[in-house]
């Protein structure tokens, strides 16, 4: 499965809008994912798995790359 992961560069940094980014991940189970990241000091705001239409729609932009761990 592939999940998109909101997150802050930096786990002391305050979640605002503006700033949150997003990557795309494969993994079992939101669980999985977290863990797969915990080593890179995000402060992970939402973790959402990407089915369907939405992936439909995640594919076709062009900074979609699904990060390998």
């Known amino acids: 499965m592939i999940f998109k992961v909101y997150y802050q560069e ?3 940094e305050v979640p605002v809008r503006e ?3 997003t990557l795309f991940i494969e993994g079992e ?3 999985d994912v977290r863990s797969k ?7 992970v705001e939402f973790v959402q798995e990407v089915t369907g239409a939405h992936l439909n729609y995640e594919l ?5 790359k699904v990060l390998e761990k």
């Open 60 to 64: 076709q932009n062009e900074d979609y």
């Open 37 to 43: 990241i915990a080593d890179r000091g995000f402060n």
């Open 29 to 31: 189970s939101v669980r």
């Open 10 to 12: 930096s786990i002391k």
């Open 19 to 21: 700033n949150t980014k």
